[in-house]
């Protein structure tokens, strides 16, 4: 009767943490619901955070879902560490041949991670060990001995730990000054730049993902390319569809305390294909790393790009020659134009998960419901990726040509880390 009640009270929390099927350390059919939760509260908690610049959550997600990765990695026997396949990560202690659970292992690691990205945050903390209380409970009561869960808490906590000491050599802080030289036509920070110096940050692999970038060539002359793109930025930004308005708005993805981010978007958006596919816990983690990865990977392209040609945003241009009182409809960031981000990033993820759920693939994305924002169904990943992109356009903030780049230099970065052996 006390177990039902449980149930029940779960069922009407709605989209909060679900019950655990029963454990099978080492099965290929292990339970992804463990890791879901975890992604979903991680979703929830960036709006806490405070001072992360957008581009850093990258890193949050990437190094979260390795984390969990490897906790299991060790532990079963079906899947292959990512340590020795990537930069700076050579060896991890293993636990293979001991009787170890992998959930509790899961379970520990992801909330090691989160404590450590969002435990200064508001009530972060408490939402952090209330879920980890919660499945642990949960496993308990499936009568696995007390001190295998405890011992697996503690590897989980272990490679938690490794990956953060890994995490913090991978020179994504940078205290260099950055003093751009002033040019026509070339983006300059106003008052500063933000995190311009995010390329150096190391790449997960030795071989770094390349692409060659044709920028825009600046001119203010009315038949030339780049006055023409802007121009349709202007053009659109004041003949916005309603449809047109929502996308913008839905994909806006702020670190404002309302939006996900864009990196916790595709985390929500996976956490509803894994649902959706009912994946295994090492096929649901395999996802999350590649998909993070390259994530993390476009953003080190992207900025790349932004501060090497330093292309001058739409407001400047169109506010100097167009119409000295036009706005965008959201938020220009600090950073250069060129490449577009969103579209970078976002079809980096696609790309990433089109690998492991195909082409065809269909989503329902309702990563903001809970603000009533109303869901979207896609016919497929890369259609998700095609108009988070284009939502900069209708957002007044990028020009038709860096999104497309975008999402050229988004498949290249994804490349990467189709060479990952993980899930065998």
């Known amino acids: 009767m006390r177990n039902l009640f449980i149930l029940l009270l779960i069922l009407v929390a709605g989209p909060g943490p679900q019950l655990l099927a029963k454990p099978n350390p080492g099965s290929k059919q292990e339970p992804a619901t463990i890791l879901t939760n975890w992604m979903d509260l991680q979703c929830r908690l960036v709006r806490n955070a405070r001072g992360v610049p957008h581009v850093a959550y990258s890193r949050h997600f990437s190094y979260s879902a390795i984390a969990a990765y490897e906790s299991m990695a060790g532990i079963d026997p079906a899947c292959k560490s990512i340590a020795g396949q990537v930069n700076g990560l050579e060896t991890l202690p293993s636990a293979r041949g001991k009787n170890l659970n992998v959930l509790a292992s899961v379970n520990a690691a992801y909330a090691h991670m989160l404590r450590h990205f969002y435990g200064t945050f508001g009530s972060s903390t408490g939402s952090i060990d209330s879920l980890e209380k919660m499945q642990a409970d949960l496993l308990a009561k499936q009568k ?94 004041v003949n916005l569809s309603p449809e047109q308005k929502a996308t913008a708005l839905y994909w806006d993805d702020s670190p404002d305390g309302k939006y996900r981010t864009v990196f916790g978007h595709w985390t929500h958006i996976l956490s509803g294909l894994i649902k959706q596919q009912k994946s295994s816990l090492p096929m649901a ?99 998700v990726a095609k108009e988070a992109g284009y939502s900069r356009l209708y957002g007044g903030i990028h020009y038709r040509y860096s999104i497309e780049q975008g999402f050229l230099a988004g498949e290249a970065a994804a490349r990467a880390v189709e060479g990952l052996v993980l899930f065998l």
């Not at 995010?198 to 203010?220: G, I, L």
């Not at 577009?340 to 079809?347: F, G, M, P, W």
């Open 285 to 383: 983690a395999t996802a999350f790393v590649k998909m993070s990865m390259a994530m993390q990977e476009a953003t080190i392209l992207a900025w790349e790009g932004k501060y090497q040609y330093r292309v001058l945003r739409p407001i400047n241009f169109i506010q100097e020659n167009i119409d000295k009182n036009w706005k965008p409809l959201i938020a220009t960031p600090n950073h250069p134009e060129f490449p577009a981000a969103h579209a970078t990033l976002s079809n980096a993820a696609a790309t990433a998960l089109c690998k492991v759920f195909g082409e065809k693939c269909s989503v329902v994305d309702n990563a903001y419901v809970d603000i009533g924002m109303k869901s979207r169904s896609y016919a497929s990943i890369k259609e």
């Open 144 to 237: 696995i001995k007390g001190s295998i869960l405890t011992e697996s808490a503690d590897y989980g906590k272990k490679i938690a730990a490794l990956i953060l000491e890994w995490a913090a050599k991978d020179r994504s802080v940078s205290t260099k000054t950055y003093s751009p030289a002033a040019g026509q036509g070339l983006w300059m920070p106003s008052p500063t730049a933000a995190v311009p110096f995010w390329s150096e940050t190391r790449s997960f692999f030795s071989t770094k993902p390349a692409f060659t970038y044709q920028a825009p060539v600046y001119s203010s002359e009315k038949n030339t390319d780049f006055y023409q793109m802007a121009d349709e930025v202007y053009k659109t930004g």
